[in-house]
C-alpha cells in the first residue's frame, strides 16, 4: 500500500535523524532554554526578517493551539473561526476544556472566513443590549493553509489584521501546514507578513519535515509574556527542549523547509492536475500539498486496494470526495505510480 | 411605561411574601435541608406523581444549566442544542467554562430540535474514523418551551427520548418557563410525562411566581448522585436554602403554579390574537407566554413611547420582530391597554 | 431548640421584608440595571465615602469568591490564602473548578496570614530556578473577620495591601460577616480603609440582616471591568436583581448594617465572657460574632439537649470546641437563656 | 562542565536511534494505532505479565499526570498526594487548571504518604457535617520513586491499595522513574504488582533512556474506557504516534529497560557512598538514581566550578543540599571524576 492518507506518515528529512545522532551524547540543559533552541530561534527570526519576535516550541498541533488561546483569552472571551477549522472539529474540545467557547462561522468551500463576517460577528456581540450574556469574541482563529487546502490572500489576512486591530481582537494563524501554504504558487503571504499581520502563529514542523513540532511566533510579545507557564501547565514544555530545538534549527539550515515544501506541492499540483484530466473534478481548488478530489464510488473502492486516501466527505449518492495528500517525504516514483492509477480509473469510470 | 419585554419584572406571587413574612424569625438549619424544602420536595414528588425522583433547588436558570450539565459529562463530553437554545447563546460561555463544547443544531423557526438531528449528529461522531479526534455527544438539552416560544409534543420529547436511549445519552430539560409551557393550550405534555421521558429538568421558578428558584428533578437518580457537591462548587447552594422551599412550597399548594400559568398564557394569546387582526403578523407560532410579533419600525417606535418590548430581530429593510411577554404578574388592564394600542396602530399602519 | 450554631437560621430584617412588599408590583428591568439597584450602589458608595468604586451584588460567598477570583487570575496564576480560609476548605473546590490553585498558608489559630509569610511566598516561586513550573501567587484572599472570628487590624492590612503592591498582587477581601467585624470594640478598620487598601472586597449580607446577597466593591476598577460577563457566566447574575437592590438599600439606610451588627458583636462577647466566667475556655480570641468554646463532652451533650451549636474540633480526648453565634436576629431572651445554661453547666461540670 | 543536575541531559539510548533510522521511510498511519505501538504494547503487557491491560503513550510526565487525573476525576473530586508530589509543586497547577483540587499531605523526608494519611483525609471528608462542601478524596497518587527518592515497598504499596479500595478511590501510580525503583537494590515491587496493586501507573521513558514518553498503563480498564478522548483533547495524542511505539519497543527488548536502570542506580549509591565517606551527609536516604547530598556552602561553590548539580534546598546557614542524578546515560568515567572530586573536597572542608 502507498499512503496519500495524510502529510505524517513518515519520520523525518535525514538531516534531523543525522543531527539527533551527532548530538545524542552532548548534555544540555532542559525545557527549551539549551543552545540549541537559542540558535533555531535566531534562524526562525532571521526568516521573518524580525529580531523582536519571541518563539516558542511545543510539541503538537493541537497543544499548540489550546495552549496559544487559553494563554490569551479571559474565561468570559471565545474564539471566532471557520466551522471547519480545526480547533471546532477535530480537538476533541480542547479548547472548551480550557473553558472557551469556539464561535464557529460558516466558511468558503476551501475553508475560509473574512473580515466582513469577523466584523459581524463583533459588532453584532457588542451591541447587543444582552451583551454581557453573550461570548465577547476575542480572537480570530484562522489556519494558513486552511484544513481545506485554501489559502489566505495577503489582501484577505491584512482585512482580517485590520477587523482585529479595530475591535481589539487578537488574530492568531494556525500554522500546521504554513510551509506548503508558503511554498504554494498562487501564494503572495511571506513570513514577514505574518509577523505584520498577525498577534501569533505558528510555524508547523509534524507536518513539514519534523518528527513531531511547532514554533510558536508571538509578535505581540506582551501577549505571550507569560507563556512558558502555560507551555508547562498544559503539558507542552518538553524535557528534553533541544529536540525541538535541533529539528527547527536544521528546517531553518539552507532553506531547507521552503525546499521541501515546494516540491511537495509541486507532487500536489501534478495529481491534482492528472485527476482534472482524468475526469475526476476537485472538491475545492487548492494550491497546497492537500487535494481533495471527487471520485465515483466504485474508482474510490479500486483505487482503494493499492492506495490510502482519507475518506472526506459524501458528494451524492454515487459520489465522495476524498483527501490526497503529499509531504516532504513522498517519493516521486509512488505520485507516478498514483497518476498512473487515476488516469486508468479515469478510462475505467468515464 | 407598561412593561411587557419580559417575564421577570415584578417580585413575586403574594402568597410567598405572606409566607416569607410568616416563617421570618422561624430557626432553620440551611443549605436547602430544612423541613420547608422537604415539604416543596414532597408537594413536587406528588404534581408528578413520583415518589422515586430527587428533587434540589437552584437560585437560577444559568447556574442550573452549568450546574447539571457539569455534574452529568465527563470532559471529553459536549451537549447537543438547538443553536438558539439558551446555554449556546445567552449564558456567556457557561458551559464552556466548565469545559464542555455545546453542540449547537439548526433550529425551527420556533425553537426546537428533532430526534432525526440529534442521531445524525451522534451518528456521524460514533462512524467518523478520528471519533476521538470530537467531542462525543452525550447530551441532549432542550427548552420547554423553547427560547422562541416552540413546545415539544408528547411524540417529539418520546422520540428524544426514544434517541438518547439508544445511544446513551442524558435528555435534560430547561423549564425556566415550564409553567407556561404545561399551561399552554396545545400542550400535551403533562410533569409524569417529563419524568417518563428525561434523565433530569426543571421546573422554573424565576420567571413563573417566584423571586427566584428553579426545581432541579433528577429522574435519574443515579446521574444525580453527587449533585449537592455540584450546586456547592457552582455557587448554587443557598445558604438559607428554605427560601426557595417555601417558594416552591406555596407554588405548589393548590395548583398554584399551575393557575397563575394559565392566565398568563390566555393573556399572551389574547395579545397575539390581536395582533394578527390589527395586521402584525406573528413571527412564529407560540403558544405560550412569549409572542413573538413583527412591526413595521414606526409602529415600533409609537409603541416604544409607552410600551416597554424586547428587540428580538430585524425581518426586512422596514420591519423588525419584537418579543411581547405576559407573566403570572401581568394585570388585565395592562393586556388590554397593550391591545388598544395595537389596534391603533394596525389602523395606522395598514 | 435554640439554635447558635450559625449566622443564617433566620430570614431578613424586617426592613427588608417591608420594602419587598411595597414595591413587589413595580415594574423593573432585570439583571441589577434598575434604580433600586443604583439608589443601593450609591449609598454603598457614601457609606465608603467613594464616588471612584463599582458596586455589584450576588447572591451568595462561594459564588462571589469564585466569579471575583476567575475574574482576576489568569491560568497559570493562583490566590494565597490561610490553610483554614473558607476557598481553601468549604468550597467543594469552586476555585480550582475556575482552573485555579489555592496557595494555602499556616494561620494563626484565629485564621489570619500576614505581610511576611505572602512575601516568602511570593519570593520562594519568583526565585525558583524553576520559577515558571510552579503557579505564580497574584492574588490573597484574607476574610475580614476571618471564618476563625480573627480580626485584621489596620497595621496589619496595610502591611498586607503594601506587600501586595510591592509584588504586583490583588488584595481580595471576603466579607461574607464584614458588618460584625467592622463593628467589633477592637476594630480599626473602616470601609474606607478597605477601599484604600484592597483591590477589592465584599460585604456580606447573608450573614449580616439579608435573606441572602453580597455586594462586591471593586476599588481597582481596572480589574473589574468586565465583571459582569463572569456574574453571567458563573451563575450569579440575578434575574430580578432589583431584589439584591431592595436588601442593600435598606441595610445602608440610616446605619441600619452597622446598628444590628453591633447588637450582634455585644451579645457574642456577653457569651464569651460568661462562658470564660463558667470554666470554659476559649479555643481563640474572637472579637465577633462567632465564639469558639471548648467544653468537656459531658457538658456539650448536655448543652444539645437545647441548643444547636456547631461543631468545631476535637481538642483532647474529654473536650471539644464548638462555634456558637449570635447574628442581627438573635433574641436577647434567647442570649439570656443560652447564659443561664453555660453557667449551670459549669457548676456541672467543674 | 559535567552535568549532574538531572536525568534528561542527553539524548537516548543508541537502540532508539537506529531504530528510528531503520523506519524513517517507513509509511503508517497516525495516533499510535501503528503496528510499531501495536508490538511496544505486547511487549509491556509481557513484561507485566498481564494481557487485560491497556497500554497508552502520552509525551511528557506533566502531560500524562494531567491527563490520567482529568480523565478519572468529576469535578468535585480531588487528588491525594505527598506535600511534594510533582503534580503539587512543579506542573504550574496542571491538576487545577483541569479544574480539580490537589489534596496535599505532609510527606516523609523521602517523600512519601501512608495508608494511614489517606485514611484519616478521607474519613474527615465523608464524616464532615459539611461534606458536599469539601473537595471529595477520589483519586490517591503517588510517584514511585518519589520525587525525594523515597521508594515504596510492597508492603506500603498495599497498604495504599486496600485503604483506596476499602473507600473506593482510584490508586495511580507516576513512573517518570519507574525503572530507577524497579532496579534499586531494596525495591521489592514489580510491574507485576503494580498491576495488582494500582488502577494505573506509567512506565516513564523521557528520563530512562527515551527521547521522550511515557508509558500508561490502566489496569483498571472501565476507567480508562475513553483514555484517547482525553489524550487528544489535553494534547498528547501524538501525530506520528509511532515514535512512542518504536522507544518503548526497543526498552522493552531483551530487558533493556532494567538494564541501563540498573547501571545507573549503581553509579548513583556509588557517588552517595562517596559523599558520605567524605563526610557529606544525605539529606534522606535514596537508594535510586537521585542521591541528595548536604554540603557546605563553600564545598559546593568549589564542586560548581566543574559539575552542575541541581540546588535543592538550604538546610542551615552554612549548608545546602543539592541533587545528584545519574542516568542510563552517565558515564563511568564522569562519575569517577565526580567521585574523586568529591573526596578532594571532603578532605578540604572537614
Redesign the interface.
Known sequence: ???F??D?????H?NI?RR??E?????????GEDEICASAREKIRAACGREDIDVHFL??????N??VI??LL???Q?ALCAETGHIN??????V???????LALPATPDGKIDAAQVERAVLAQKND??F?????PKLVYISQPTENGGLYSKAELTALHEVCAAHGLFLYVDGARLGYGLAAPSNDVTLADLCRLTDVFYIGG??VGA??GEAVVFVNRKAGE?F?????????????GR?LGIQFDELFTDGLYMKISKKAVEQALRIAAVCEQAGFPLLAKSPTNQQFVVFPDGALEELGKEY?YS?WTRVDETHSAVRLCTSW?TKDENVEALCGKIRALGKAFS
Chains 1, 2, 3, 4 share one sequence.
Open positions: 500500500m502507498l499512503y492518507n495524510c505524517y506518515t513518515e519520520g523525518c535525514p535523524l539527533l545522532e548530538t545524542n551524547m552532548m548534555q544540555t540543559i532542559g525545557y510539541v503538537g498541533g493541537t497543544q499548540t489550546a495552549t487559553a494563554a479571559r474565561s468570559h471565545g472539529v477535530h480537538e476533541s474540545g480542547a472548551e476544556a480550557s473553558g472557551h467557547k469556539v443590549v444582552a454581557e450574556h453573550i461570548v465577547q509534524t507536518k518528527l513531531f507569560d512558558r507557564y502555560h507551555m508547562k501547565q498544559r503539558g507542552g514544555m518538553l524535557a528534553k529536540l490510502v475518506y517525504a
